[in-house]
């Protein structure tokens, strides 16, 4: 059903059940990305702010805001990407970091304020067996928000989410 | 010269650089050593074009005549683009595009610690978000430094070789324009001059780790920055604008 006028958490409401493209196991609103919406007599404008400055997915995201928005009879709207403060891993909850990591992806550990010089002492614990003895392949993976790691328990190969 | 056309200039200079680097980096696509670094180089070119994107989307709004960032990027021709000459370096060999890396990235880690606290909120947002893939592609350069400086004779040898070709063009990093006075005056810009000698302590601390001497010439070749280039420039550009210029307004 089309409503009139809506209220800004109705909106943000509607947009926090739309999934990151990647991961489709999180929401938007889950990873930090939807910041705010703002209702004006020029019409409703979303703050989004990208995860990564080339995000693949910021595109896709934008036309989900977009068409979810034109369903539910909001025609005016639009997306700002906003930069400061910048999209951080921190953002994410303890429930968030659950779902990635029963995705099969290991979950960012640390603040990428600290310790960046040395990210090889971070503990990062292979999501399907729970060891700690694993290993980084490469600080570039899948996607610009992942590191490749393998396990020396169960040796499987698997995605960690870097800290940002 | 205006505030306004200052931080025009500024914001091209910066994107351009980063628009280069991506195009460079980008080469590497399916002919990576392994893998793994195939992957690497293409994440690190990704980084690259986003921002650029930002920086040039950002410069069309400043200049106020509705230029797009894939305007600037795809339309402008040889003399009015301002990356520094090492960015348009060819890729070379991998030991020459991890020098080239290093001695790029290094500079970029303190250039963009200083724009994180810019007066411009727009530009420090921008850096906000690039210091933090800059750590990751500073720390993947020097990795590698190691194990190519540590590695074989042949590897520590073509390490050697680049940093040797590659040390002249390093200078232009540093130097201030009219523009870039303007803009350190707003607290907008960053002093590059001030960054010289902890950039050489890093490098030289990296390099050192690696079993590679520093250079000793100390000439300096530059122009980039105000449009004069190398003959690297105009087969980039052949390549890079090609889709645009044949199929104006093309998309996906
Ligand atoms: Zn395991």
């Known amino acids: ?164 | 010269m205006t505030k306004q056309e200052a931080l025009y200039q500024y914001l091209l200079q910066l994107g351009d650089n980063a628009l280069i680097q991506s195009h460079r980096l980008s080469e590497w696509c399916s002919k990576g050593p392994i893998l793994e670094e195939d992957l690497a180089l293409t994440n690190i070119a990704l980084d690259y074009i986003g921002r650029a994107q930002n920086l040039l989307h950002y410069a069309g709004e400043v200049e106020g005549k509705g230029q797009s960032a894939d305007q600037l990027a795809y339309r402008r021709p040889e003399h009015q683009y301002y990356n520094n000459l090492i960015a348009e370096m060819p890729k070379g060999d991998f030991a020459f595009t991890i020098a080239k890396q290093l001695l790029i990235s290094t500079y970029e880690l303190l250039l963009y610690t200083e724009l994180c606290h810019s007066k411009d909120e727009t530009l420090a947002g921008i850096a906000g978000k690039a210091i933090k893939e800059v750590r990751y592609h500073w720390t993947h350069s020097r990795d590698w430094c190691y194990r190519l400086g540590k590695g074989t004779v042949l590897s520590n040898e073509l390490l050697q070789q680049a940093v040797n070709d590659l040390w002249m063009y390093t200078g232009e990093q540093f130097e201030m324009g009219a523009e870039e006075e303007l803009m350190l005056k707003e607290v907008i810009g960053c002093d590059n001059k001030a960054l010289q000698n902890k950039w050489l302590e890093m490098v030289e601390t990296v390099l050192s780790d690696s079993n590679i001497k520093i250079p000793t010439a100390t000439y300096n070749q530059s122009g980039g920055r105000k449009g004069i280039h190398t003959e690297n420039m105009g087969h980039i550009l052949s390549e890079m604008q090609y889709l645009q210029r044949a199929y104006p307004e093309a998309i996906w």
């Open chain 1, 1 to 164: 059903m089309v409503k009139e006028s809506y209220l800004r958490e109705e909106i943000l409401a509607l947009l926090s059940e739309i999934k990151d493209p990647e991961i489709p196991v999180v929401t938007i609103e889950e990873m930090g990305m939807l910041r705010d919406v703002i209702l004006s007599d020029k019409g409703c404008e979303i703050l989004l702010t990208p995860t990564y400055t080339a995000c693949p997915a910021m595109g896709i995201i934008e036309q989900d805001i977009l068409s979810t928005l034109k369903e539910a009879g909001i025609d005016n709207a639009k997306v700002t990407m906003v930069f400061a403060p910048a999209w951080t891993t921190d953002w994410m909850s303890e429930t968030t970091k659950e779902k990635l990591i029963r995705f099969g992806i290991a979950a960012p550990v640390h603040s990428s304020c600290s310790n960046w010089l040395s990210p090889k002492n971070v503990e990062v614990k292979c999501p399907k067996c729970e060891s700690t003895d694993t290993k980084l392949i490469s600080q570039f993976g899948s996607t610009a928000c992942k590191a490749l790691y393998s396990c020396n328990h169960c040796h499987e190969p698997f995605d960690y989410f870097k800290c940002h």
